[in-house]
């Protein structure tokens, strides 16, 4: 059983997010929803919560009012392996009024934040070399979308 899960407060519209996000990633599945019932916080067989997974990693979304909101304070890692994965799940994380951040952060259309990253951001902003490291890190800063091909460049991997 998973011991720590990601509890998402949305403020009357997680079962539109939870279909979204099932929507957006391939490994991904909604799970049971609870609605109120009589004398709950919300209107009789409005939801209450949502549950989905994405992957391994199982999240709970509540219709909890316009109380609290997203902050980049917290935000989704998704590694990927190739510019295609990259460039597939940015469209479709920024799509329908989604916005672009910098540095391979983005703001989903319900306020989430989202880091979409190569899987090995970590080798490329560190460069071939100290001088790589310094260009990688410099071409990085100027990004919005992660560029691959760009940071191995900058990186002096490629030349």
């Known amino acids: 059983m998973q011991k720590i ?4 407060w949305f403020d009357n519209n997680a079962e539109d997010a939870v279909s979204f ?6 490994n991904a599945q909604a799970g049971p929803i609870l609605r109120c019932g009589e004398g ?21 979304a509540l ?5 609290y909101a997203f902050t980049h304070a917290v935000s989704f890692v998704i590694p990927c392996d190739t510019q295609a994965e990259i460039d597939e799940m940015w469209a479709k994380l920024t799509a329908d009024g989604g916005k672009e951040v910098q540095c391979g952060w983005l703001v989903d259309k319900f306020g989430l934040s989202w880091q979409v990253v ?3 951001i970590n080798e490329l902003l560190q460069g071939k070399d100290a001088e790589g490291g310094k260009r990688a890190m410099a071409a990085m ?9 760009a940071l191995r460049k900058a990186g002096g991997f490629d030349n």
């Open 21 to 26: 996000y099932v929507a957006t990633f391939k």
């Open 63 to 67: 219709n909890g009012g316009p109380l």
């Open 40 to 60: 709950g916080p919300l209107p009789p067989g409005s939801v209450l919560t949502a549950t989905f997974t994405i992957g391994d990693i199982e999240f709970i």
């Open 118 to 120: 190569p899987h090995n």
């Open 5 to 8: 899960k990601p509890f998402l």
């Open 141 to 149: 800063m100027q990004m919005k979308k992660f560029d691959i091909a």
